[in-house]
């Protein structure tokens, strides 16, 4: 595995995504109405592929352990799933709650 990409972004935004939410304490993705905010964005550093991901969490969800357990999920999904080893898996919450 050389962490290149032969599949399309899309499709590896889409992976990104599912395994996200299947994360106990993730609410889902965040998307906005600007320009170029989406809830996964997919990448490349050096020819590898980056993923980005923008989060809504429960409340009271420890934010660490979470998004260390995200982007573990996320590059093992990504690796199983379409041969692409992440150069890094960042996790953004931008939304918490409700209480």
């Keep these: 595995m050389d962490g290149h990409a032969t599949i399309s972004p899309d499709i590896l935004a889409r992976y990104a995504g599912d395994a996200a939410r299947e ?3 993730v609410r889902g ?7 170029r905010h989406r809830g996964v964005r ?3 550093n050096d020819g590898r592929v ?7 969490v429960e409340w009271g969800a420890s934010i660490p352990e979470l998004g260390r357990e995200v982007q573990e999920r996320v590059a093992a999904y ?11 898996v960042d996790v953004v919450v931008d939304e918490i709650g409700p209480q």
């Design 78 to 88: 990504l690796t199983r799933m379409a041969d692409v080893e992440p150069a890094s």
């Design 42 to 44: 997919i990448g490349s």
């Design 29 to 35: 993705l965040v998307e906005s109405s600007l320009h």
């Design 23 to 25: 994360v106990e304490g």
């Design 50 to 56: 980056t993923v980005e991901l923008h989060l809504g």
